[in-house]
């Protein structure tokens, strides 16, 4: 007895010199530079900015969300999620375009983290909140039988796949997919997203080891960085950007480990992503995810790129005709 009870707790203390020890050995960089996605193709903002308005989320957080109504109240609601470092500000024109004469209602939040004044930026309080927050969002703008749409762009799809997949996804009625992230093992993967995203892997394994057994505590850490150019950076609207995220946000923000459980939770849904994606490789998409699910159609866009993508008018028809049934 003795001998099992020395080896359990030497392989215990294995267990922690090698999670505390990934966890150290790759600490964040501040600021990464490289290669990364064409800014330049696309633009940051709309004609004109939607005013932000504010909701306060279950734990009493005020958070910012951008609000283009519809023109009843029983015309479809689309709820559409920014891309992983940005905001809804990003995603005026889009909306735009998509709102038409208000036989869309469209909303674009700030993610939790995100936005002009984030209580804490790049972090949550728990792995989930961010479903929690737009689970609670939706339940202040959607009148009683409204047709519900949660959308997304590239990591922001990656959250609708993941809402869909939880305890909140029961509740849609359908989902718009723009270049969406699924998982850093998928098919669609393209290194490091093409030079815009670095994983801090090490760190992530040793936290998910802890997370194993129950410990959290170290959640806050820095997981992963993004690679915002310094013209974006040095512009208007650099104070804005969010340059890396929490573990905790990280997780929170992605499909989970099993991705393609997520994605058989979808409702029907519109993917759509460039031919010319530098993140994720487009063609994969559809033989992915129809390993998942038959409820998908897809549309790929010649000579297209990653940003790009959504705010060609191409995109803003296909999501309006798809959400108002006349595809």
């Known amino acids: 007895m003795h001998i099992v009870i020395q080896f ?11 999670a505390f020890g990934l966890i150290l050995s790759q600490p964040a960089s501040g600021h990464i530079s490289g290669k990364t996605l064409q800014f330049e193709a696309t633009r940051l903002g709309g004609t004109a900015d939607i005013p932000l308005r504010y909701y306060e989320a279950g734990d009493g957080t005020t958070l910012g969300y951008r609000y283009l109504p519809g023109k009843s109240d029983d015309v479809p609601l ?19 375009a998509v709102h038409g004469e208000g036989d869309i209602a469209v909303a674009l939040p700030d993610l939790r983290g995100h936005g002009p004044h984030p209580q804490r930026r790049g972090d949550v309080n728990y792995i989930g909140q961010l479903e ?7 339940s202040i703008l ?7 749409v949660l959308g997304g762009h590239s990591s922001g799809g990656g959250l609708v796949i993941r809402y869909a997949g939880g305890r ?3 509740d849609l009625d359908q989902a718009v997919l723009i270049a969406p992230f699924l998982k850093y093992n998928a098919p669609t993967m393209r290194p490091n997203s093409g030079g815009w995203a670095h994983a801090l892997v090490r760190r992530i394994a040793g936290l998910k080891m802890l997370n194993m057994i129950g410990i959290s505590q170290l959640n806050g850490l820095t997981a992963i960085e993004f690679n915002f150019p310094d013209s974006v950076l ?10 890396s995220y929490s573990y905790r946000l990280n997780e929170s923000y992605a499909p989970r480990a099993d991705y393609l459980k997520d994605v058989a939770a979808l409702p ?5 992503a460039g031919r ?11 033989p992915t995810l129809s390993e998942a699910t038959e409820k998908g159609r897809y549309v790929l866009l010649d000579k297209t790129g990653h940003l790009d993508v959504y705010n060609k008018p191409e995109t803003a028809q296909i999501i309006r005709d798809f959400v108002l049934g006349k595809d």
Do not use: C, M
Request: proline share 4%; no cysteine; glycine share 10%.
């Open 132 to 138: 929690d927050d737009i689970a609670e969002l939706i």
């Open 78 to 96: 689309l709820v559409f999620v920014h891309g992983s470092g940005w905001h809804g500000q990003g995603y005026v024109q889009f909306a735009e």
């Open 168 to 170: 909140h996804g029961s």
């Open 234 to 243: 040095q512009g208007p609207l650099g104070a804005t950007a969010t340059q």
């Open 276 to 286: 010319d994606d530098e993140a994720f490789q487009a063609e994969a998409y559809q």
């Open 8 to 18: 359990a707790l030497i392989s215990v203390a294995i267990f922690f010199v090698i």
């Open 142 to 148: 959607r009148h009683p039988g409204q047709k519900l």
């Open 268 to 272: 029907p849904f519109l993917l759509i």
